[in-house]
């Protein structure tokens, strides 16, 4: 990726004709993909400027005949690199850079009441400590409030880091919707993850979403959520990610992880009892530590056939690794920025996938619809033997199963974990000449899918055009309390693992949800 070099000037004045006067001059080097909130980042980093406490405000001259161009956003950063790649000299096309005070008491404000008029229903919610510095703030737009409905109710949890200056913690909730991909719930900015901002978290969860049958959360194992989710929703099931109980096995064990992440995955996805313990034996033989550990965590937390409630595909918190990457580098935007940030992203998240619905012309999801082809693949080499109306025995090869229709289950499990026609079930569908449609889930059809994004995120209107109450105005909110970012570069990428960075070796998949 090439790197473009930039020429800043800062603490410059605007002339009545459109010319920066009487500034200093600092220099970065940049990837000609740069984002705005990288670009801001640099430029942070180079002159040292606190982006919690200040705004920067960039602008460039095209030519002596065109008001200075401003960069506020992904699209003017583009507009900008392909500009400066035509001329690539340190001095063409120079920023012009005016850092602000960051008037926190009118942004953050401002921006809440202003999101909670353009998008009605939706929960934005501000706490500050007791003289009058921000803590935390949790937003829940309308489309994902409305849209939960008709998405199955679990729930998946995680933390990040925010690499701004305010070194708080991004707390964010997601689920999958019909098509396979993610629906963002909820975010919260918190000054750190701990018991009290977990129970805040939740607490303006169930206030934005409310409790549903059938309800659960998926997360790594973090005591503060375990006990948020007691305290707020007593009694609902806390799943773990099985990829993070994996990482656990291979820090804590060290012998045998080439068999035991194959055999490990495998079991943890397994579809009935039989299956399980079978391979559980295997796991003991090579290892019975690692079983000891498994039995101890607790069978239910991460194993699909122990769960209580049906968690179907979502067996990892992989639908918010998936999110932080996304918004890797808008996490070192400040807390205002980073917040119409993720409201853009929805925004453009809601449009795109009302547009695939639309596009979608068979009765499931995108990502069902070829888990139920797969499935129809495999049906065509069984033999079907009807005992009475709904129960059918399966033949395929050596081994028998018996489908109940009528209770939607099949003895391999698949059928009634998964809550969609297994191979053995579309046998015996194909044999009575009866469809599919009645024998899948609702959570994963179009219909649904349609209805998750029936209320768009519409555009926020100008600042200037926002009608915020007098009371509003007033409210003083200061900016966080905490130290200064460390020294040098902010890391992007976490640390990866021995076995992760030797990953020839062996590979697995345990990928749940698309974007």
């Known amino acids: 990726m090439a790197k473009i070099p930039i020429m800043l000037q800062l603490n410059g004045n605007w002339d009545s004709c459109g010319r920066f006067r009487e500034f200093q001059v600092d220099g970065i080097v940049v990837d000609e993909n740069a984002s705005y909130s990288l670009l801001i980042s640099t430029i942070a980093q180079q002159l040292m400027i606190d982006t919690s406490k200040k705004i920067i405000e960039i602008k460039y001259i095209l030519n002596e005949h065109c008001p200075p161009m401003e960069i506020s956003n992904d699209m003017d950063v583009r507009v900008y690199m392909e500009t400066k790649k035509e001329n690539k000299n340190l001095g063409s096309y120079s920023l012009c850079i005016t ?47 409305s849209g939960w409905e008709y998405c199955r109710p679990v729930v998946v949890v995680d933390e990040t880091f925010s690499k701004s200056s305010y070194k708080g913690i991004i707390l964010t909730a997601s689920t999958m919707d019909a098509a396979g991909t993610i629906l963002s719930l909820a975010y919260i900015v918190v000054d750190s993850e701990n018991d009290t901002s977990w129970k805040w978290f939740f607490e303006q969860f169930k206030l934005a979403y409310g409790e549903r049958p059938n309800m659960c959360v998926v997360s790594d194992r973090n005591e503060s959520i375990l006990k948020a989710t007691s305290i707020v929703y007593p009694g609902m099931p806390n799943y773990s990610c099985m990829w993070h109980i994996w990482t656990n096995i291979r820090a804590k064990f060290k012998k045998g992880h080439l068999k035991l992440s194959e055999l490990y995955f495998v079991t943890a996805r397994s579809y009935t009892l039989d299956e399980f313990n079978e391979r559980m034996s295997k796991i003991e033989k090579i290892d019975p530590h690692v079983k000891a550990y498994l039995y101890y965590i607790g069978y239910h937390r991460w194993s699909r056939v122990h769960a209580t409630v049906n968690r179907t595909w979502t067996m990892t918190s992989n639908i918010e690794k998936s999110l ?49 082809d797969d499935n129809r693949t495999l049906s065509h080499k069984l033999r079907v033997r009807a005992s009475i109306d709904y129960i059918h025995t399966i033949i395929d090869g050596m081994k028998r ?44 059809t179009r219909v649904n899918l349609l209805r998750t994004y029936k209320i768009p995120v519409n555009p926020l209107s100008d600042e200037s055009k926002w009608n915020v109450p007098e009371h509003i105005t007033e ?25 992760e960075i030797n990953s020839k070796k062996y590979k697995f998949w345990i990928t749940d949800f698309d974007v």
């Open 99 to 145: 850092v602000h005070d960051f008037n926190m008491e009118l942004s953050i404000t401002n921006e809440n009441t202003a999101a909670e008029k353009t998008y009605p229903g939706s929960i934005v919610k501000l706490k500050k400590t007791d003289d009058d510095c921000f803590l935390y703030v949790f937003v829940a737009i309308c489309t994902s409030i």
């Open 324 to 372: 932080n990457a996304i918004t890797k580098y808008a996490r070192e935007l400040p807390i205002v920025e980073l917040l119409e940030y993720m409201r853009t992203l929805l925004e453009h998240w809601t449009k795109e996938k009302l547009l695939k619905a639309k596009g979608t012309f068979t009765y499931l999801g995108y990502k069902f619809n070829k888990e139920l």
């Open 401 to 444: 199963y018996i489908v109940c229709l009528e209770n939607k289950r099949c003895s391999c499990g698949q059928f009634q974990l998964d809550e969609l026609p297994c191979p053995h079930a579309l046998a015996a569908l194909r044999h009575r000449d009866e469809s599919f449609e009645q024998y899948c889930s609702p959570y994963y």
């Open 475 to 499: 409210e003083v909110v200061n900016p966080p309390k905490g130290g200064k970012r460390q020294s040098g570069r902010p890391q992007n990428e976490r640390y990866k693992t021995y076995d």
